[in-house]
């Protein structure tokens, strides 16, 4: 989503220097004594093992582990383990200054986020991304996109073309699709990021539509944008205005029966979904208490005037002629049936949920998405491998997302089971990230310095 500026995105941001006190175990070695491992290979906890992690990966898991004298010890003792998650839909401040940006990062990574896509890209994210990589920047992998492709800044196929070829030179992982694409412009810029192997991803432009969006073959379609759509009769006859975002206000008039059909053309081009259902939930329903937010426990961390731009979007979005409480009722329920349906139908679904965007404060609001996507009607565990093993598959990386010897050492250590309840996710005692140790004194302490 494009929603808040690079002024909006800096109000949030505390104008001191946070320190990070992360304890510096690269180079050491960390053992996790008498843990529940879920090691997210199937849905099962492997009690009192103890877990080994040397050079940032883990190189031994049992009963009988032995470490040198010299290991930071921790006391898993009746708590769980679990592979870090990823966030798919995350924005990083795309300014010049990187403080703001390691602020960003540490919100998400004392949330256990230890992977994030960004998905509004700056040039200056491709130096951060090195930062990380080299172990400059404690933080999350940092997967880029570069400025976005968007009815404004792509006015000619050639144009198109030639961004993509520049993004590409840069070094940017992916390409960012927002709105206002038309059928001269994007199937230049789709035709030559296929050409060049660079994946793009995002927002299907409303005069593209999700089956060209699914032929030209997209990485990933975030939001489920297109999907509603696509299934409302006489959708060529509408303005993306009269529709409404992602076609909240025509949603009512799907016609469902179109369901199997896009699912199968979504899984036959393997093409991925973000959903961002939280956005739905929370900034689109009529039951979401958006004044009641600035009460909220996590509304702290972010400034009072990005909190009150919130909460007056969602007034503006209301007194809007075509919202409907009962048709957006209806639409929301809409969204959690083609999620589900994802699930069924073997579609993959990565977590995302659009971090910051409108009641959705960075880190904290990927376990609120995690809760949504359970109330689609997805397990506890379904919902934990769209930030874990789907991520990994998705980005082709063998050694992450589980818990194995070999694998990389991002992880979360937990107080309460997970796979019981979703919302245990959010009992963080502390964040292996990339073999740094991050306790929960730490993460505590980090977060005091961030409130507004």
């Given amino acids: 989503m494009i929603r808040l500026s690079s002024s909006l995105i800096l109000l949030f941001i505390a104008s001191h220097v946070m320190a990070q006190q ?55 003792k009746g708590k769980y383990l679990m592979p870090g998650l990823a966030e798919m839909h995350a924005h990083v401040p795309p300014i010049d200054d990187l403080q703001p940006m390691k602020e960003v990062l540490f919100l998400f990574a004392a949330n256990g986020i230890t992977t994030i896509r960004g998905m509004l890209g700056h040039s200056r994210h491709l130096e951060l991304r090195g930062m990380i990589q080299r172990g400059e920047i404690n933080g999350p992998r940092f997967y880029t996109t570069g400025p976005s ?28 699709l927002h709105p206002g694409l038309n059928l001269e412009t994007f199937p230049a810029i789709a035709s030559t990021a296929n050409e060049l192997g660079i994946p793009f991803a995002g927002h299907v432009s409303f005069a593209v539509g999700v089956w060209r969006a699914i032929d030209a073959g997209y990485s990933s379609i975030d939001h489920l944008d297109g999907f509603v759509e696509a299934m409302v009769p006489g959708i060529d006859t509408l303005t993306e205005q009269q529709a409404g975002l992602f076609g909240m206000f025509v949603g009512h008039r799907a016609d469902q029966s179109g369901i199997p059909k896009l699912m199968k053309a979504l899984q036959e081009k393997s093409i991925w979904v973000v959903p961002t259902q939280s956005l739905a939930e929370r900034w689109f329903s009529p039951t979401y208490d958006a004044e009641g937010f600035r009460n909220h426990p996590h509304s702290k961390y972010m400034n009072p005037k990005v909190v009150d731009q919130w909460i007056q979007s969602k ?25 589900l349906e994802c ?20 880190g904290f609001s990927t ?42 050492a991002d992880l979360i250590l937990l107080t309460n089971n997970p796979l019981t309840d979703i919302k245990h996710t959010q009992s ?25």
């Avoid at 007194?319 to 969204?335: D, G, M, Q, V, W």
Wanted: proline residues 3%.
């Fill in 22 to 76: 992360w304890v510096d175990s690269r180079q050491q070695e960390i053992i996790i004594r008498s843990v529940n491992v879920i090691p997210m290979d199937e849905e099962r906890v492997i009690a009192n093992q103890t877990v080994l992690i040397k050079d940032g990966k883990i190189t031994a898991i049992g009963s009988k582990v032995k470490s040198g004298k010299n290991a930071l010890v921790i006391d898993g």
């Fill in 343 to 362: 699930q069924k139908n073997d579609v993959g679904l990565l977590l995302g949920c659009d971090a910051p965007q409108v009641f959705n404060v960075p």
């Fill in 428 to 452: 963080i005692e502390g964040v292996v990230l990339n073999g740094k140790w991050l306790s929960k004194k730490e993460i505590d302490t980090g977060l005091k310095k961030l409130e507004k």
């Fill in 367 to 408: 376990h609120h998405e995690l809760a949504y996507l359970v109330d689609c009607g997805l397990t506890p565990y379904q919902a934990i491998k769209t930030g874990t093993v789907n991520v990994a598959r998705y980005l082709k990386l063998p050694d992450s997302g589980v818990i194995r010897t070999g694998a990389v």
């Fill in 149 to 176: 492709f968007n009815g404004i800044s792509v006015k000619t196929a050639e144009a198109g073309a030639e961004m993509v070829r520049k993004q590409k030179e840069a070094g940017y992982d992916f390409l960012k």
């Fill in 315 to 339: 007034k503006t979005l209301q007194a809007n002629p075509n919202y409907n409480t009962k048709n957006i009722e209806s639409f929301i329920k809409l969204r959690r049936k083609l999620i």
